[in-house]
């Protein structure tokens, strides 16, 4: 019976049954060899796996190698592929003279060959809508240290929650702006309310998740996009909120500023990975 795991760590998630990886469901290009250690790692996280386990594995008793030269350029390959470091790792830690360790945690799904199967299974205008998908692919991103990426991430995340608190504060100066500039100013005050309700513990949970380093948060954070992209863009149109302080053309470059910081944020966890 064929192995229908798959094992998902961060952006990362490899099949049992075809070896396959693939980084934000993107493929990604790794040898047999790689990916048969890469399986080994995986299905025991946490785990010392000893260098002649995997020798046995790799090689068969009777076959003539130079082992240790060969196991080292496979790591280095698997190191290479996953934007990992043997001085500071993050996925694979090598023990000396004992073998290695897969650091983070990892989800296993059990049916994960069929989900990957039907998502495979699609429609041809979906596989060229994810080809040719304006939004930013793990592959394309330089490396970058990621205490950096920790620091934009969290000053984005105060920013959010500076809006929020700060038209909840002026709530009766907005209600009068809107009812001087809008037709429905009831509809669009229960909607400041309602999204900064949602988007304050929204913000407070990626701050948390980011300053604590939580594992699965690039995971996560890719799900929760779509609505938190709803939510920040209509925050975006904040700053015509201070139009009468800060004047018509102030306010629609602040908005066309915040327009893109959605993206930014999506494409700063996809960092934290790389």
């Known amino acids: 019976m064929a192995d229908k795991r798959l094992f998902r760590f961060g952006v990362f998630e490899i099949d049992a049954a075809s070896g396959e990886l693939r980084k934000a469901g993107m493929r990604v290009r790794l040898q047999e060899q790689p990916s048969r250690v890469l399986l080994?790692?995986?299905?025991?996280?946490?785990?010392?796996?000893?260098?002649?386990?995997?020798?046995?594995?790799?090689?068969?008793?009777?076959?003539?190698?130079?082992?240790?030269?060969?196991?080292?350029?496979?790591?280095?390959?698997?190191?290479?592929?996953?934007?990992?470091?043997?001085?500071?790792?993050?996925?694979?830690?090598?023990?000396?003279?004992?073998?290695?360790?897969?650091?983070?945690?990892?989800?296993?799904?059990?049916?994960?060959?069929?989900?990957?199967?039907?998502?495979?299974?699609?429609?041809?205008?979906?596989?060229?809508?994810?080809?040719?998908?304006?939004?930013?692919?793990?592959?394309?991103?330089?490396?970058?240290?990621?205490?950096?990426?920790?620091?934009?991430?969290?000053?984005?995340?105060?920013?959010?929650?500076?809006?929020?608190?700060?038209?909840?504060?002026?709530?009766?100066?907005?209600?009068?702006?809107?009812?001087?500039v809008m037709s429905f100013p009831d509809v669009a005050t229960i909607l400041v309310l309602v999204t900064a309700a949602i988007g304050i513990p929204l913000r407070l949970y990626l701050l948390s998740s980011v300053s604590f380093n939580v594992k699965g948060l690039t995971h996560k954070f890719l799900k929760l996009f779509p609505a938190a992209f709803v939510l920040d863009e209509l925050w975006a149109l904040s700053p015509f909120l201070l139009t009468p302080q800060i004047g018509i053309g102030l306010a629609l470059a602040a908005t066309a500023a915040l327009i893109y910081v959605p993206f930014a944020q999506r494409t700063l966890v996809l960092m934290r990975n790389h």
Do not use: C
């Not at 990957?116 to 490396?143: C, I, K, N, R």
């Open 40 to 180: 080994m790692l995986v299905e025991r996280p946490g785990e010392v796996i000893a260098r002649d386990e995997l020798r046995q594995k790799l090689w068969p008793a009777d076959t003539f190698v130079d082992f240790d030269h060969s196991l080292n350029t496979i790591i280095n390959k698997l190191r290479e592929v996953l934007g990992d470091s043997a001085s500071s790792p993050r996925f694979i830690e090598t023990l000396a003279k004992r073998g290695y360790r897969f650091l983070p945690s990892v989800e296993t799904i059990g049916n994960g060959r069929e989900e990957q199967a039907a998502s495979e299974a699609g429609s041809p205008s979906s596989h060229a809508s994810s080809s040719f998908s304006v939004l930013t692919q793990p592959e394309d991103l330089p490396p970058v240290p990621h205490g950096y990426v920790r620091v934009l991430f969290l000053l984005i995340q105060v920013m959010y929650l500076s809006f929020y608190v700060a038209a909840l504060a002026r709530l009766s100066a907005v209600q009068d702006l809107l009812a001087r």
